[in-house]
């Protein structure tokens, strides 16, 4: 299995900040890293598929970058709305993978 | 609008059977794989099996390989989760969702989920 971890496992920041997190694969995936956003006692929302694209409906200041093995979601102007989990996905094996979270708060 | 609502989660003892289902609508379901991925309380999200439109294939984690089958029907639009020889270790809620259109393996819509708890 592809395993996926992620950096920081959580962070601080406040509104207006630009954060960074990091997701690294256990082996090449390509392009096919997903990112998803969580809030408590809510499913997940997609953000960004296929490393850098946007999903329609999702603010302009997410973004996604990175290929390979190591990736990188930036939140832009983070926005008090932002506090959640964050996870990464890979989808180059059928089998699914996630990372373990990053947890954002705002303070 | 697309929609994906879970139904069937309660609590079953250890070593029981249960059935949850995901019932969908605001979109032609038989055009689409679809998945299911859990939770455990305060714990990160862990795929659980996929089921390509069609139903002729699935894929399951290892954890939970002989123990659960996911099935669907396309004519109810209508995904099944039966897991059997249930544990405590597969308390968690269950998330049904859809994989985006263009092959990128991808969730593109999540249902609310359902809760599943196993405890004697």
């Known amino acids: 299995d592809i395993q996926m971890t992620q950096s920081p496992s959580s962070l601080s920041a406040s509104v207006g900040d630009t954060i960074t997190i990091s997701c690294r694969a256990s082996q090449t995936i390509n392009i096919f890293l997903n990112w998803y956003q969580q809030t408590p006692g809510r499913a997940p929302k997609l953000l960004i598929f296929g490393a850098s694209s946007l999903q329609s409906g999702v603010p302009t200041r997410f973004s996604g970058s990175g290929s390979g093995t190591d990736f990188t979601l930036t939140i832009s102007s983070l926005q008090p709305e932002d506090s959640a989990t964050y996870y990464c996905q890979q989808s180059y094996s059928a089998f699914f993978t996630f990372g373990p979270g990053t947890k954002v708060d705002i303070k | 609008e697309v929609q994906l609502v879970e139904s069937g989660g309660s609590l079953v003892s250890p070593g029981g059977s249960l059935r949850i289902s995901c019932a969908a609508s605001?979109?032609?379901?038989?055009?689409?794989?679809m998945i299911w991925v859990r939770q455990a309380p305060g714990k990160g999200l862990e795929w659980v099996s996929s089921?390509?439109?069609?139903?002729?294939?699935?894929y399951y984690t290892d954890s939970v390989k002989d123990r659960f089958t996911v099935s669907r029907d396309n004519a109810k639009n209508s995904l099944y989760l039966q897991m059997n020889r249930l544990s405590v270790e597969d308390t968690a809620v269950y998330y049904c969702?859809?994989?985006?259109?263009?092959?990128?393996?991808?969730?593109?819509?999540w249902g609310q989920g359902a809760l599943v708890t196993v405890s004697s």
């Open positions: 605001g979109f032609t379901f038989s055009d689409y794989n």
């Open positions: 089921i390509i439109k069609s139903g002729s294939s699935t």
């Open positions: 969702a859809r994989l985006g259109r263009a092959g990128g393996g991808y969730f593109d819509y």
